[in-house]
């Protein structure tokens, strides 16, 4: 593994002037929008895409960056237009990949709990590939499409159990997990499905985890998915593709990190046994480093056991990820003070104690009214936030070529309240 840093375009970076975002002052952008608020550069979201399409040149592929992980509507155009396609984990990121310019062939329909509304829109759009998460999925959807006049393009997604080594919380590929159907039952359920009216498969589909740090997972998974498309193909299935999901790790503490060709390297041997092309569904390695929370210190105190700490105007609304599964986040400030590190808890301002981004960091001084950016909250940030204590949606800026632009208003309490009686 090589350390990160040299792999990977890292878009904010400490100056003289202080923190910028590809050369734009994000101290700038904070004063005029205001916080707490989302900033991305559009190039290190070009850059990652380009990586992982450059790592599987030499094979047939189809990158469907994963909505789930940043479906900002500037965000997915941006990705539209360097050829990336969709992968969608439910109606509303369907109806997002379809507003964003996606033609429905483009579109990979993914999701655990699809609901027969869900399914009759993508069926009737015609969306290219809706994976199954089990064999009753497969009977409602062949059922629905009957009903439409219409054949729904499907894949199923098998569960291999197969330890990602990630963390528990998004660890998808093992049995104890509610995604997709055991591999061994994979081939029987084609097999009696191969002739029934209403489906036609096109693939097979695995998606072990999120956030992924080592090779082997994913070298392994391609190999279970690969074997069965051997076998499927021998019993008369035309696949046109197999899907191997996201899952793709980013380096959060900018430790080394496998690299998209590291990746490749791995599973491409494996893919190679079938020649079948192969979808991938990358989401956090594509935004993940692309984006930062910038957050105003609203509070400073210290307990008499000179426990210290910063309260933050972001949260857990704005930034689930440290409550949800107590992930690491770099935090800088945005213009440094001069003096000593000094231990700080940094912390939001909602109601829960989970509300933490980080326990006894080391950072230089913060005072009321400091701006910081919590880095590397491109994916899984804006998505998950939500209107806890009547807290409004950040707004989004995106850094394109030396100039930004706000591509998410931040929320009014009008919007919100709007929906109320
Ligand atoms: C089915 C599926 N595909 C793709 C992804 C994207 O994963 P990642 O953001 O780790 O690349 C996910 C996320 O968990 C997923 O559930």
Redesign the pocket.
Known sequence: MIPCEKLVYLPFQPTTDGLVCDGVSVHTIAAQVGTPLYIYSAAAIREAYRSIDTAFAAYPHAI?Y?L??NSTLAIVRLLRAMGSRA?A?SGGEVEVSFRAGFAASDIVF???GKTHDEHQFAISRGVGTI?AESAGELDRIAAIARALGREARVAL?VNPDIDAKSHPN?S?GLKSNK?GVPLQEARQIYRDRLNLQGIRFVGV?I?I????TTTEPLRRAAAALVSLALELRDDGVPLEHV?L?????IAYEGRPMITPAEYAAAVLPELRRAGIPVVL????????HAGAVIATVVDRKQYPDGRRFAVLDAGMTELMRPALYGSFHRIVPVLPRAGGRISLDVVGPICESSDVFARERDLTPLEVGDHVALLDTG??GAVMASNYNRRLLAPEVLVDDGRWEIIRRRQTLDDVLALES
């Open positions: 469907h994963a789930k992980a992968d984990n993914t999701g655990v994976n997604r998004i998808t995604f589909h998606h985890g999120s956030q992924i899907d999901g996201g899952g793709l790790g569904e990358p989401g956090r390695a594509i935004v993940g994916a899984y």
